[in-house]
Nanobody, 128 residues
Framework: QVQLVESGGGLVQPGGSLRLSCTSS????????IGWFRQVPGKEREGVIC?????????????YYKDSVKGRFTISRDNAENTAYLQMSSLTPEDTAAYYC????????????????WGQGTQVTVSS
């Protein structure tokens, strides 16, 4: 049974930082590109950032789907730990959302329909 489990969300003040983790089990993690999406109530889930599986480029490519997070969010992965990370800094209230990680057995995509597996989400709230 495949599972993706996010952790690391919480309440943070504007300008603060958080690191989210996405730990997988039951899949061959190294073959999957990992995307982070976010969703606020009443809006569609949107792609934020993705790290590729390295199959196409021979390195882990980072794809940004939200211009507003460039320079503030970074993504990384540790295949030995079956875990991907989303480091978020200089957070603003506009970053408040439920954050989801997802896995696709292909290159990165900004479309949530492309992904094979999803985590349950972790809430990030940026507020003073």
């Amino acid at each position: 049974q495949v599972q993706l489990v996010e952790s690391g969300g919480g309440l943070v003040q504007p300008g603060g930082s958080l690191r989210l983790s996405c730990t997988s089990s039951g899949l061959n993690f190294r073959h999957y590109s990992i995307g982070w999406f976010r969703q606020v109530p009443g809006k569609e889930r949107e792609g934020v950032i993705c790290i590729s599986n390295g199959n196409r480029e021979s390195y882990f490519d980072t794809i940004y789907y939200k211009d507003s997070v460039k320079g503030r969010f970074t993504i990384s992965r540790d295949n030995a730990e079956n875990t991907a990370y989303l480091q978020m800094s200089s957070l603003t209230p506009e970053d408040t959302a439920a954050y989801y990680c997802a896995a696709v057995n292909d290159h990165c995509s900004g479309l949530h329909s492309a992904y094979d597996f999803w985590g349950q989400g972790t809430q990030v709230t940026v507020s003073s």
